[in-house]
T-cell receptor, first 113, second 113 residues
């Protein structure tokens, strides 16, 4: 069965600095998609960034970028120029073409002013 | 259409009572998902519908749980004879067919006392 592992329960970053959140996954499939979702306190989960496994180029969305290492089954999220509004739970998630989203346990990110 | 709506936002119920939650997906989305999220964990898949057909159910979905999506529009999730272990956030999400990522609602927080 596919699994998603986030080994950092909590992370902290100074405002304006850069932080990297780690994620590894386990699958025997070659065609799948990876996501990072953000869940602010008491607010809904929103999609941050998406990576298709068949694409070698790492996805980027403004201050958010990923380091996708397919052979190592690693999918880390880098947040540059961190802002107070980035404070949230971040979930890494995996999906196959016909499957359902499988989430990791999340990393709680704190941003210090 | 402003997104995925869930009602109620919060529900407190006594053990043994039945509860029902509603989810209104984005109108053009044909897939609808239910997830459960307990404190400190990532969302766990419960079930999903494509249009009105319930295509997959997790083994987490015991006999006390039932979900419907009449006419392929809104969905309801009913929990019968609630137990304290049912206390969680119940998240609904919708998507177009294909692994493009989901749009989540704000969730219904259930507390069983």
């Amino acid at each position: 069965a596919q699994t998603v592992t986030q080994s950092q329960p909590e992370m902290s970053v100074q405002e304006a600095e850069t932080v990297t959140l780690s994620c590894t996954y386990d699958t025997s499939e070659s065609d799948y998609y990876l996501f990072w979702y953000k869940q602010p306190p008491s607010r809904q989960m929103i999609l941050v960034i998406r990576q298709e496994a068949y694409k070698q180029q790492n996805a980027t969305e403004n201050r958010f970028s990923v380091n996708f290492q397919k052979a190592a089954k690693s999918f880390s999220l880098k947040i540059s120029d961190s802002q107070l509004g980035d404070a949230a739970m971040y979930f890494c998630a995996y999906i196959e073409s016909q499957g359902n989203l499988i989430f990791g346990k999340g990393t709680k990110l704190s941003v210090k002013p | 259409d402003t997104g995925v709506s869930q009602d109620p936002r919060h529900k407190i119920t006594k053990r043994g009572q039945n509860v029902t939650f509603r989810c209104d997906p984005i109108s053009e989305h044909n897939r609808l998902y239910w997830y459960r999220q307990t404190l400190g964990q990532g969302p766990e898949f419960l079930t999903y519908f494509q249009n009105e057909a319930q295509l997959e159910k997790s083994r987490l979905l015991s006999d006390r749980f039932s979900a419907e999506r009449p006419k392929g529009s809104f969905s309801t999730l009913e929990i019968q004879r609630t137990e304290q272990g049912d206390s969680a956030m119940y998240l609904c999400a919708s998507s177009l067919a294909g692994p493009l990522g989901y749009t989540f609602g704000s969730g219904t927080r259930l507390t069983v006392v």
